[in-house]
T-cell receptor, first 114, second 114 residues
Framework: AQSVTQLGSHVSVSEGALVLLRCNYS??????LFWYVQYPNQGLQLLLK??????LVKGINGFEAEFKKSETSFHLTKPSAHMSDAAEYFC????????????FGTGTRLQVTL | GAGVSQTPSNKVTEKGKYVELRCDPI?????LYWYRQSLGQGPEFLIY????????DSGLPNDRFFAVRPEGSVSTLKIQRTERGDSAVYLC????????????FGSGTRLTVV
């Protein structure tokens, strides 16, 4: 079975600072990995996805993530935080043959301060 | 439609009552998924449909939960004899077909059982 662990349920950064949200996965077969963002009272929005192509994946709103097999990680980064980035971020994993059934982490709430 | 539509957005019901939650996927999307998100947790898979058939219902917690998609478009999640523990946000998602490339979520139905 696959799983993801998100380290840090809350992360606070200053506006303009680097954003780093951590995600580690466990999977017995090559995984597909995703980051979703959830704004208050809104649905989950796909930020980016890794599907076994390039290991550095660029997503929307300036976010990117790097798949590191040796570290079983898929951390999300953004060079400069903006106030509008404040939201809940979820890492998720699926494996081939499970028809895109996603297993989500528990989420990281990002706070951006002035 | 332009996105995945879920109705109602909020539902308050008394313990023991029956509820139906509706999901209207993006037009033409053959795959439809239901997830449940409890407070402070990531979404958990419930069931998915490919067309009209429930291809995987392994996430349904018990036989009080049932979902249908009779015409391969709109889906209804049905909960009998609701319990306070059923309180959560129920999320629906759809994708053009079964794959591992992420899908589009609706805004969810917040169910509160009192």
């Amino acid at each position: 079975a696959q799983s993801v662990t998100q380290l840090g349920s809350h992360v606070s950064v200053s506006e303009g600072a680097l954003v780093l949200l951590r995600c580690n996965y466990s999977s017995s077969v090559p995984p597909y990995l995703f980051w979703y963002v959830q704004y208050p009272n809104q649905g989950l929005q796909l930020l980016l996805k890794y599907t076994s192509a390039a290991t550095l994946v660029k997503g929307i709103n300036g976010f990117e993530a790097e798949f590191k097999k040796s570290e079983t990680s898929f951390h999300l980064t953004k060079p400069s935080a903006h106030m509008s980035d404040a939201a809940e971020y979820f890492c998720a994993v699926s494996i081939t043959g499970t028809a895109s059934k996603l297993t989500f982490g528990t989420g990281t709430r990002l706070q951006v301060t002035l | 439609g332009a996105g995945v539509s879920q109705t109602p957005s909020n539902k308050v019901t008394e313990k023991g009552k029956y509820v139906e939650l509706r999901c209207d996927p993006i037009s033409g999307h053959t795959a439809l998924y239901w997830y449940r998100q409890s407070l402070g947790q990531g979404p958990e898979f419930l069931i998915y449909f490919q067309g009209t058939g429930a291809a995987d219902d392994s996430g349904l917690p018990n036989d009080r939960f049932f979902a249908v998609r009779p015409e391969g478009s709109v889906s209804t999640l049905k909960i009998q004899r609701t319990e306070r523990g059923d309180s959560a946000v129920y999320l629906c998602a759809s994708s053009p077909h079964i794959d591992n490339y992420g899908y589009t979520f609706g805004s969810g139905t917040r169910l509160t059982v009192v």
